[in-house]
């Protein structure tokens, strides 16, 4: 006989199931998640898309080489929580980034360096995120 302890217990294990891959998920121990760089540029390009939203910054940096930044970001779900909306940046806008960069630094396939998003101060002087030089990406 079935009973709906059973149903129940099945219905968990099917959902534990499905839901596996979100936990297969990337980590962030790629980036140096102690150092903080300021970014001063412009946007280049902004992606909303999953399972990261991430966006392109021309500038020069606290410390590293000047040029294009990539910046991999959270998903765009984990952003609206933060206060993001689709058009928070658009390309042209300068602005001010705080980042987490690459353990190791290399050149990304387009020439740019990787990095963490961790804050960011648009360019009608609003803040998004940790911008006071503290924190690391994904730590809220």
């Known amino acids: 006989m079935i009973t709906t302890k059973k149903i129940f217990m099945q219905l968990l294990a099917s959902i534990a199931l499905i839901s596996a891959p979100a936990f297969a998920h990337h980590s962030t121990s790629a980036f140096d998640t102690d150092k903080v760089i300021k970014l ?3 946007v280049t390009q902004f992606r909303w898309t999953n ?10 940096p606290s410390s590293g080489p000047d040029g294009l930044w990539t910046v991999e970001m959270t998903a765009p779900n984990s952003l609206l929580l933060q206060g993001w909306k689709r058009n928070s940046i658009q390309p042209g806008d300068k602005v001010v980034v705080y980042v987490n960069p ?3 630094a290399v050149q990304l396939n387009d020439g740019s360096e990787g990095s963490l998003y961790v804050g960011i101060v648009l360019a009608d002087g609003s803040k998004l995120g940790e911008t006071d030089g503290k924190g690391s990406g994904y730590s809220k």
């Open 102 to 104: 690459l353990k190791n």
């Open 40 to 42: 001063e540029g412009t």
């Open 51 to 60: 399972p990261h939203a991430s966006f392109k910054v021309d500038g020069h």
